[in-house]
């Protein structure tokens, strides 16, 4: 009898959690989304879990930064186990959101909160390289950003800043010693990519730097 007993107070409080943490689910992902800063903190004051992913496998700070929900970022930035480094389905980090968006500030809080610069496939550089901005690049080349990092389909940060970042940024780039001499699975360079949407004339400065760059270093830096 005790043990029905037992049983029935075990299910009862089952039935009770479950919806309470189905709720609390669903409010965190709306609180980040609408940038509901308050309503962040209350949950993880309540003890929900900073790290929980949404169905689609995304972090909470992941689609903070990529919505630029900055209240929701930073009352998640206040939780001590909160992993910085978590990816989403794609394998993007919140560093690379922060980077893409053109973030500074929140790119070097992110790298002095332990977020990895280097990774495996799209990296950071790759993301701010797209979005052309030139202090988080040399914040990511000052902490050791890989400069010639290929992703799965072997594109440099150099061809994404030629064909979708600032003629400042590739200039960086290239000025930090990026090979120019790369092509990726569709035999494509730097110069290729600029020349592509019309930048002829950063397509031939990327030529005549891999020029000397191929002169100075042979085949170049693989």
């Not at 990774?119 to 979005?131: R, V």
Request: overall charge neutral.
């Amino acid at each position: 009898m005790r043990n029905h007993l037992k049983n029935v107070l075990h299910l009862l409080v089952l039935l009770w959690v479950l919806p309470v943490h189905a709720g609390a689910y669903e409010d965190f992902f709306s609180a980040v989304r609408r940038d509901d800063g308050g309503a962040v903190l209350a949950l993880l004051q309540r003890g929900f879990d900073p790290n929980t992913v949404d169905p689609e496998g995304r972090p909470g700070l992941v689609i903070a930064l990529q919505e630029q929900s900055f209240k929701a970022a930073e009352a998640l930035m206040r939780h001590p186990q909160l992993d910085v480094n978590r990816l989403n389905q794609v394998a993007e980090s919140a560093l690379m959101m922060a980077a893409l968006r053109g973030e500074l500030e929140w790119c070097q809080r992110l790298v002095e909160r332990g977020a990895h610069v280097n990774k495996t496939g799209w990296t950071p550089l790759h993301y701010a390289a797209t979005s052309g901005h030139v202090g988080i690049i040399q914040l990511l080349l000052d902490r050791h950003a890989f400069i010639d990092a290929r992703s799965p389909n072997g594109t440099t940060p150099l061809m994404m800043a030629a064909r979708y970042g600032s003629e400042e940024a590739t200039r960086l780039l290239m000025q930090a010693g990026a090979d120019p001499t790369l092509r990726n699975e569709r035999e494509l360079s730097a110069a290729d990519f600029a020349r592509s949407v019309g930048r002829d004339a950063l397509a031939q400065a990327l030529e005549h730097y891999a020029s000397d760059y191929a002169a100075r270093y042979g085949t170049g830096k693989r």
